[in-house]
């Protein structure tokens, strides 16, 4: 008879070394972990994205269990696999018959509803812990606003500021202002110098050479003898520390920047501490981030502005939980949006980076390379194109829900769905994240690499976002006509000679019947 008593379960993006139950060790608590094709198939990954998880889960209960804790780890390949989460529980539970069963909240409500419902039909008790990670808890939103229906990130994030007492002078923000976003809008100079990131040489051969031999459907590009994403805590640590001696000084002023590969060889990571993969799978806590920055801000005030730091304790504490809070505010149904009903199927190019806009191929290889872009290539480079273009949300979702390494659904679903596609008719952004190639002129380098003129709006060698993006604003006029932020765009597109509007829906009509060729 088995002397278990609990059976607790980690998941892959649970990896939170710090958390209460690994304080103390048990004999008689068995902590179980499982490689599943239920979370490799649910999308399509990127190779990268399958690995780091795996790898990061593999090393991390190694370590628990050399701290002397009980450990069941299922490999994809193991033969006793299901490849079902609640199929491996039902069997471990089986050979632990005396054992009940504890589970931290799940991130996600797919695995979240899997384990519920599976619990309800077998009569199967389960303790619900937190995962100890986030600052605020899933209800937030209806117990901080129970009055609003919608819900501004800026209230919510000087909440958050104001309960942890994160860069507060009494009552007030340090140094005058809650956000230094007018300062953090600076295009990168070609003169600038940009360090190469620190990036570990991990070997992931074993488990790359696995999920090949599975005939796992992924994408993307590996090379395993040189994996360079943390698997390990102090790997994550390291990057941590990094970042706060040689990339946040610049951080702030050049977090909305784009560059190209011909101008700055780093052009992928620049500033960008690439911390999120680790934090989403929880090796790091939030606050331990939030407090080495500000630490070695401390340290450094004479070289480092305020606006370098907000910036980035902004998307930690404030964007990041709040993305989280309006998920599972609005879910399940938030999944199911399409407030513009876009239906469009996704380019081709998106799969392969082959085309001629040179800002979509930049990100879009830098993205099947890394499985990483930062958030205004993700935002308003293949997001904008994505909803001028008026593709299906259910496809833009799958494609950033499997190419980026750091994508769970909690945060790629609203940043994707709501902030980048509209799909929720406002729920989280006042507006679309729309723009023309002048936009993209003014943040990047790529304007000059490119077949297309961002100077020109129509007729051979025009940039398709500048027809697009008037014909977005045409096709979807009666749907913004009354918001008010949208209000310059029409009338700038009203003040327009009906030759010139024409002639400008008719350029973007023809790009759109042959999107796979542009």
């Known amino acids: 008879m088995s002397d278990i008593r609990e059976v607790r379960l980690i998941l892959g993006d649970q990896l939170n070394a710090k958390h209460t139950w690994l304080r103390t060790q048990h004999d008689n608590v068995l902590y179980v972990m499982m490689e599943m094709r239920q979370e490799t198939d649910y999308v399509k990954h990127h190779i990268q994205k399958i690995v780091a998880f795996f790898a990061a889960m593999r090393n991390f209960a190694s370590a628990i269990e050399q701290a002397g804790h009980r450990v069941h780890y299922m490999k994809l390949d193991d033969a006793n696999n299901t490849q079902s989460l609640t199929q491996n529980l039902a069997a471990i539970l089986a050979q632990h018959p005396k054992a009940k069963l504890s589970c931290m909240l799940p991130d996600e409500y797919r695995v979240d509803h899997q384990l519920r419902s599976w619990a309800g039909k077998e ?201 989280r809070a309006i998920y599972w505010h609005h879910m399940p149904e938030y999944k199911n949006l399409n407030a513009l009903g876009h239906q469009r199927d996704l380019p081709k190019f998106f799969w392969d980076g082959e085309t001629h806009m040179r800002c979509l191929s930049q990100a879009i290889k830098q993205s099947l390379k890394y499985a990483y872009a930062h958030h205004i290539q993700r935002l308003m480079l293949t997001g904008n194109f994505a909803l001028l273009a008026g593709c299906d949300p259910d496809q833009v979702d799958e494609w950033y829900l499997g190419i980026y390494i750091d994508a769970l659904e909690w945060v790629e679903l609203p940043n994707t769905r709501g902030m980048s596609q509209y799909a929720d008719n406002g729920v989280l952004a006042t507006k679309p994240y729309i723009s023309s190639a002048n936009y993209i002129k003014k943040m990047s380098h790529h304007c000059s690499q490119c077949r297309y003129s961002p100077d020109k709006k129509t007729g051979e060698g025009s940039c398709p976002f500048n027809s697009l ?46 999107i796979d060729e542009l």
């Open 123 to 323: 009569d199967i008790h389960i303790d619900w812990v937190d995962s100890e990670h986030f600052l605020s808890q899933r209800t937030v939103l209806a117990e901080w606003f129970p009055d609003r229906d919608n819900f501004l990130m800026e209230s919510f994030y000087r909440r958050v500021r104001k309960q942890f007492d994160i860069m507060m002078d009494g009552d007030k923000p340090e140094g005058g202002q809650w956000n230094y976003d007018h300062d953090n809008r600076n295009k990168l100079p070609k003169s600038s110098s940009v360090i190469a990131p620190s990036c570990p040489a991990n070997d992931v051969t074993g488990i790359h050479q696995m999920v090949t031999q599975q005939n796992i459907n992924y994408f993307g590009e590996i090379d395993p003898q040189h994996f360079i994403w943390p698997t390990t805590r102090k790997q994550a640590r390291d990057i941590l520390s990094f970042f706060c001696q040689h990339q946040l000084a610049h951080f702030g002023t050049y977090q909305d920047a784009i560059t190209d590969t011909k101008v700055h060889a780093h052009a992928w990571s620049l500033y960008h501490s690439r911390l999120s993969f680790a934090m989403n799978s929880k090796m790091l806590h939030p606050m331990e981030v939030v407090n080495a920055v500000l630490a070695h801000w401390r340290e450094n005030e004479d070289t480092i502005s305020i606006n370098q730091v907000e910036g980035f304790i902004r998307q930690i504490i404030g964007w990041r939980e709040f993305i």
């Open 469 to 514: 993006y008037w014909q977005f604003l045409a096709r979807h006029e009666s749907h913004f006509s009354n918001n008010q932020r949208m209000a310059m765009m029409y009338s700038v597109w009203n003040k327009k000679p009906q030759e010139e509007q024409r002639a400008l829906i008719e350029q973007a009509e023809y790009y759109l019947n042959n």
